[in-house]
């Protein structure tokens, strides 16, 4: 694992000695979104993922992998988030509207080559294409379907592109590699305790349906033809070991939506259990995991352990203490099922770690990697109780690291030396930030032929200071139409450029709601500097109370100064009546 200050210095330094880039000659572009990221369509094409509703209990039901008594509904992946950004508890989950939107208008300004200015690099459909996927089934099985999906779109022999956001990225990875996984629905030769029925639905919710039946050994292990064809791979905040997420969701489940709309965490946690994915996003670096509480350092007086660290992927942590698989009483539904899925996730993950170890293959001839730094409040450990028996109550997080509030940032950063470049956006939004966005044109649209200069682009600018950590957040994400929300922005200063104090103290922060999918119009308040002491520690802190929208839909919380956006946050407003 990369150090923290080894991390700093090539998120610092990467435009020195980086490799010369050639010129694009008009390659094919390939973007893969993260999990969540695909809206997932009913046989009659009616979303049942990817709208507002999907938060609802009758919709999040439909996407059960192993409902009880059933076979599964069938559902295909039918687009990407464009409009409206979702959350899936702990996950932000990637808005992909503004990167195609970026991607494919006309280009202006000095840095456009003459040949490109005035035109569009990209056309949907012709040289842009977004790989849609059930994000619900195995990385594996999505890395062959996008395989399949490179060669329909791209024509034999040519060379192509790819911006890969969060699980995407593994994906790709995976793509590229030649590791598989070797489980009772790959190998032929594994022996379960399993009826051939049970069988069948384990392998489906596991890998869907590439064949008839389960899931052939052959075809999965059949090599990626397309893998060497790709020129340039952008990675946008990919978690390569894994986020502490995939606990905090199953604990916290949606908060206030919780129980609302679904009626508690059962629930949820029943459904996510039928999906494999989480379960590949599971952390896998040193000091991801922990027996005991944070605060503990000795025996204290009630007579506690102290905490001891657990090793990556333990089966009884996850099983036991966090899921409660080892309980008398399963408290899921199709419970011998569903701990399977589980298993084989953490396994999978265990596979996808050796992917990442063996790095992107030469016959990539550009590799970038964007991390999200900035983000001060990014969980990094999932501490249980020693004598948690899996009903989600006995966790807690410790979130004392930088990332953008789902991956951590040394999670996300390149290990093989390729360059990194950081943003400071949240992960639902770093994917179509307009610093991103100027990455991605000098990386796959109009490459800087001698070597990258865009690292200075990093830095926030503040009161004649940098930021060098930001965190932003409102007292909840979900709310009622109308109701008081409490907000808070607060942002530390690199020491080598600090804060002007005079300047910092008499400047407004104006936080406002942003309509998606043409909700009304809504409302902003100003604030200024809450706190002088803590400014004079180097902390610029501003909080205000803003009234909700009278109008139930989904909104961005966004903070801005000097009319230059900060931040965004999801919020989601409820209806009074539910």
């Not at 990385?139 to 192509?160: M, R, S, T, W």
């Amino acid at each position: 694992m990369l150090s923290f200050f080894r991390i700093y210095l090539l998120l610092s330094f990467a435009a020195f000695g980086a490799m010369p880039v050639s010129a694009n000659q008009n390659r094919n572009l390939i973007v893969v979104p993260g999990i969540f990221g695909s809206v997932l369509s009913d046989e009659a094409g009616n979303p049942v993922w990817g709208k507002a509703n999907s938060i609802t209990r009758k919709q999040f039901t439909r996407l059960n992998l192993l409902p009880v008594g059933s076979d599964p509904e069938d559902l295909a992946a039918t687009d990407v988030l464009r409009e409206i950004p979702l959350v899936f508890g702990a996950f932000s989950i990637g808005l992909y509207g503004p990167l195609i939107d970026e991607l494919t208008k006309v280009q202006t300004g000095p840095a456009i080559t003459p040949e490109l200015r005035g035109k569009a690099k990209y056309t949907e459909g012709d040289n842009l294409f977004v790989f849609k996927y059930d994000w619900r089934r195995s990385n594996f099985a999505n890395a062959k379907h996008l395989n399949d999906f490179i060669k329909e779109k791209v024509p034999d022999g040519e060379q192509y592109d790819l911006v890969a956001h969060s699980m995407g990225g593994l994906i790709t990875r995976i793509f590229l590699n030649e590791v598989r996984p070797r489980d009772v629905c790959t190998d032929p030769t594994t022996t379960i305790d399993l009826t051939s029925t049970e069988l069948r639905s384990l392998c489906s919710a596991l890998y869907g349906h590439l064949s008839k039946g389960i899931w052939p050994s052959d075809v999965l292990n059949a090599s990626y033809s397309e893998a060497d064809r790709l020129h340039t791979f952008v990675e946008i905040a990919v978690p390569h070991r894994g986020s502490v997420n995939v606990a905090a969701t199953f604990a916290e489940g949606w908060g206030l939506v919780t129980d609302v709309f679904l009626g508690g965490k059962r629930p949820i946690q029943n459904i996510i259990l039928s999906f494999v994915s989480p379960w590949e996003l599971a952390p896998t670096y040193d000091g991801c995991c922990a027996l005991g509480k944070q605060e503990n350092t000795g025996i204290n007086p009630r007579g506690e352990l102290p905490n001891k660290e657990v090793e990556p992927l333990n089966r009884e942590f996850w099983l036991e203490k966090i899921l409660g698989f080892g309980l008398s009483n399963c408290p899921y539904n199709n419970c011998k099922l569903k701990k399977k899925v589980v298993e084989i996730g953490l396994n999978n993950r265990a596979l996808i770690d050796q992917v990442i170890d063996a790095g992107v293959p030469d016959s990539v001839q550009s590799h970038y990697v964007i991390v999200g730094r900035y983000v001060g409040d990014s969980y990094d450990t999932v501490y249980i109780n020693h004598n948690s028996e899996g009903d989600g109550d006995m966790i807690e997080f410790r979130s004392t690291v930088r990332g953008d509030g789902t991956v951590i940032e040394w999670s996300a950063a390149s290990e093989d030396g390729s360059l990194n470049y950081a943003s400071r956006s949240k992960h639902a939004f770093i994917v179509g930030s307009p610093a991103v966005a100027e990455h991605l044109k000098h990386m796959v649209v109009d490459p800087i032929i001698d070597r990258p200069t865009l690292v200075s682009n990093n830095t926030i600018l503040f009161a004649g200071g940098h930021v060098e950590t930001i965190e932003f957040g409102a007292s909840t994400q979900f709310i009622r139409e109308g109701a008081s929300l409490q907000v808070n922005l607060s942002m530390s200063e690199f020491s080598a450029f600090r804060f002007d104090r005079q300047s910092a103290s008499q400047l407004d922060v104006v936080f406002s709601f942003e309509a998606y999918a043409g909700e009304a119009s809504t409302s902003q308040v100003s604030a200024k500097i809450a706190d002088p002491n803590l400014l004079a520690n180097g902390t610029a802190v501003f909080q205000a109370e803003l009234n909700a929208p009278e109008t139930t839909g989904v909104y961005a919380l966004v903070a801005s100064s000097d009319g230059n956006e900060l931040m965004r946050e999801v919020i989601y407003v409820m209806d009074q009546e539910k």
